[in-house]
């Protein structure tokens, strides 16, 4: 949970593609100043392809020593929500979400195959759009209740 290069803290959204899926998952429900030691398979990781030319090898099993540091309000806050629902509706459309996804993905400046913007934006309609209505109200998204932190 450092960055490579100066040794900082590395910041970001969790669950949305900014890291490789098994640190998404391993670090769901983490408390701040929590470690944790993970093992993550190369399906999970950087599969057959490897990363950085050799850096790290094809089919690479990766272990990390994970400390979270802290959490801040992310996606799930109400200003957060204002953001993304641009027309003010109190409800966010498939084509908001999208649109905030792909301001993500630039501000982060990670190459992502295209699949995988579309993989999310329907991972977060089978998740959040209970009423099946093909939106996001602000009770599906959240916002009234409490984040643990």
Known sequence: SRTQNEGHPKWFVLGVGQVIKGLDIAMMNMCPGEKRKVVIPPSLA????????????????????IELYA???????????????KDSDKKL????ISQYLKEEFARDGKKRHP???????????????????????????????HDEL
Do not use: C, M, W
């Open 46 to 65: 950087y599969g057959q392809q490897g990363y950085a030319q050799g850096k790290i090898p094809p089919n690479a099993t990766l272990i990390f020593e």
């Open 71 to 85: 959490v801040n309000k992310g996606p799930r806050s109400v200003e957060a929500f204002n953001q993304i629902d």
């Open 93 to 96: 459309s498939e084509l908001e």
């Open 115 to 145: 699949s995988v913007h579309d993989e999310i934006l329907a991972d977060i309609f089978k998740k959040n759009d209970h009423d099946g209505d093909g939106f996001i109200s602000a009770k599906e998204y959240n916002v009234y209740q």
